[in-house]
Nanobody, 126 residues
Framework: QVQLVESGGGLVQAGGSLRLSCAAS????????MGWFRQAPGKEREFVAR????????YYADSVKGRFTISRDNAKNTVYLQMNTLKAEDTAVYYC???????????????????WGQGTQVTVSS
């Protein structure tokens, strides 16, 4: 059974930084795309970033491009989201997710991911 456990959320002032981590277990982590999504109150879950199984290619939502960086350490079965220059509108619960099929791009739709973490709250005060 795949398990994803996020950590690193918290309260930060606008302009500050946070680094989220997601530790995975249960199957061969290095075979799968990983993604980060977020969900603000009253809104749908939205794509933030994803990266290939090797970490060589990364993809971002326009709203976070240039401020957030996704990366992974396959030796540690962990994916990261470095968030800089945070804004109040970044406030949300952040989820990591694992792509459904090995070596296959799950895209930006949450439906392409079949394993999710429990989420970690990020609150940016203005």
């Amino acid at each position: 059974q795949v398990q994803l456990v996020e950590s690193g959320g918290g309260l930060v002032q606008a302009g500050g930084s946070l680094r989220l981590s997601c530790a995975a277990s249960g199957r061969t982590f290095s075979n799968y795309y990983m993604g980060w999504f977020r969900q603000a109150p009253g809104k749908e879950r939205e794509f933030v970033a994803r990266l290939t199984w090797s970490g060589v290619r990364t993809y971002y939502a326009d709203s976070v491009k240039g401020r957030f960086t996704i990366s992974r350490d396959n030796a540690k079965n962990t994916v990261y989201l470095q968030m800089n220059t945070l804004k109040a509108e970044d406030t949300a619960v952040y989820y990591c997710a694992e792509g459904s099929n090995s070596y296959s791009d799950p895209g930006r739709d949450p439906g392409g991911y079949n394993y999710w973490g429990q989420g970690t709250q990020v609150t940016v005060s203005s």
